[in-house]
C-alpha cells in the first residue's frame, strides 16, 4: 500500500506570534513581509495557521495583535503559565515572546527556544501583522511553493483509493490495514498511531485516512473523525 504524498503530515515543534507595526523591533530594520512570508512557510506553518479558528498544533494566528495571551476561545492546550500571564500581544511583548519564551512567560508549553536574529523576529512579526490579502500578496510573491502542505493540513476527504481505510485487523503484534484500493498493508503495533481530526478538513465519519508521518521504517497514522469510532473500526484477525 503507498501513502500518497499529499496526505503526509508534517510535525515542526515551533510557534510564533505576530506584533503591531507602529512600535519597531529593536535591533532590526523595519520588518519585510515577503521575506517573513519565507520564514513563517518554513518554520511555523506546520503548527499556527493563519485562518480564523483553524488551530494545530498552536493556536490560529489570525487576527492576534491586540490579543490577550491564551484567550482564544477556540483553543484549548494553552497552558496555565500563558492563561495567567495577563499579556496582550503588543510589539514588544511578542518580540521579547519569540526571543526566549521560557524567560518571557516560564512554565509556557512552547518548546521553541527562541530565535536569536532580531531582523527574522521583525520580518515574521511584519508578515503576521499584515491584513489577510497582504499576508495572500507575500506568500505569492515571496515563496514561490515553499508553503507546501505546512499552512494547511491536507483535507482528508480527498484522499484517494490508496488512503482510504476500509478494515484494521489486529494479530499479536501487528495491525493489517486494508484499503479501497484493494491493497492491504502490515504495521509493527508500535509504528501504527490512530488519531483524530474533528475538522472540515478531517475524515469524513466512519471512513478514515491513513497517511505517512515522515518518520523513518513503516510509521503512518489512521485518522478518524472521531474518538468513538476507533476501537469498533478494529477487529481481531490473524
Known amino acids: 500500500m503507498r501513502v500518497s504524498r499529499p496526505f503526509t503530515l508534517l510535525v515542526v515543534s515551533l510557534s510564533v506570534a505576530a506584533f503591531a507595526m507602529s512600535a519597531p523591533v529593536r535591533g532590526a530594520e523595519p520588518g519585510d513581509a515577503d521575506r517573513g512570508a519565507q520564514l513563517f512557510g518554513r518554520a511555523c506553518a506546520a503548527c499556527h495557521s493563519l485562518q480564523p479558528g483553524r488551530n494545530k ?62 531582523q527574522a523576529r521583525a520580518d515574521i512579526i511584519a508578515f503576521l501583522a499584515a491584513s ?30 490508496e488512503n482510504q481505510v476500509t478494515a484494521i485487523r489486529h494479530c499479536g ?8 484500493d484493494g491493497q492491504e498493508e502490515p504495521f509493527w ?10 475538522s472540515d478538513r478531517g475524515a469524513a465519519p466512519g471512513k478514515p485516512v491513513i497517511v505517512g508521518t ?12 472521531a ?6 473500526f478494529i477487529q481481531p484477525g490473524c
Open 227 to 232: 474518538p468513538t469510532e476507533i476501537s469498533p
Open 173 to 180: 503484534d501487528t495491525y493489517t490495514v486494508a484499503t479501497a
Open 132 to 161: 489577510p490579502s497582504e499576508q495572500a500578496a507575500a506568500r505569492e510573491g515571496g515563496m514561490g511553493g515553499m508553503m507546501g502542505g505546512g499552512d494547511e493540513l491536507p483535507d482528508l476527504k480527498l484522499a484517494g483509493p
Open 214 to 225: 515522515n518518520m523513518s521504517g513503516d510509521r503512518a497514522a489512521v485518522v478518524f473523525s
Open 57 to 118: 498544533t498552536g493556536p490560529s494566528l489570525a487576527d492576534v495583535i491586540g490579543r490577550k495571551a491564551g484567550d482564544l476561545p477556540s483553543f484549548h492546550r494553552y497552558s496555565p503559565a500563558l492563561k495567567g500571564s495577563g499579556a496582550v500581544w503588543s510589539s514588544s511583548m511578542l518580540d521579547a515572546w519569540l526571543t526566549d519564551p521560557q524567560a518571557f512567560i516560564p512554565g509556557n508549553r512552547m518548546p521553541f527556544r527562541g530565535l536569536p536574529d532580531a
Open 189 to 198: 503495533e508500535f509504528n501504527l498511531r490512530f488519531k483524530t481530526d474533528g
